[in-house]
Nanobody, 124 residues
Framework: HVQLVESGGGSVQAGGSLRLACALS??????????MGWFRQAPGTVREGVVA??????TRYADSVKGRFAISQAYGETLYLQMNSLKPEDTAMYYC??????????????????WGQGTQVTVS
């Protein structure tokens, strides 16, 4: 069973940067058919997909973050989300999530079954 722990959130001014991290309790899950994603949810809104990455490297970004956000991983143990040129509309709770191995991989939250506790990002 994979456990996910996010960190790196905070408050920044518009135009600033943050890097979120998602630590995986079982890094072996990162190999062979995995799908990982970052999602966000602002108060009163539905949870939306920010970026999803599959083990073969296929990556999908939401249009709202293309060119500003970048996903990466380190040694299969930590998933990062580099966020640049932040805007006030990026303010939300950000979640890391894992989808079942071998299944589809997209920005749909319905595909993801394991979630972290979230980390708050506030852009003013």
């Amino acid at each position: 069973h994979v456990q996910l722990v996010e960190s790196g959130g905070g408050s920044v001014q518009a135009g600033g940067s943050l890097r979120l991290a998602c630590a995986l309790s079982r890094y072996t899950e990162m190999y062979s058919g995995y799908c990982m994603g970052w999602f966000r949810q602002a108060p009163g809104t539905v949870r939306e997909g920010v970026v999803a990455i599959r083990s073969d490297g296929d990556t999908r970004y939401a249009d709202s973050v293309k060119g500003r956000f970048a996903i990466s991983q380190a040694y299969g143990e930590t998933l990062y989300l580099q966020m640049n040129s932040l805007k006030p509309e990026d303010t939300a709770m950000y979640y890391c999530a894992s989808a079942p191995k071998g299944g589809p991989c997209s920005l749909s939250a319905l595909l993801f079954g394991v979630w972290g506790q979230g980390t708050q990002v506030t852009v003013s």
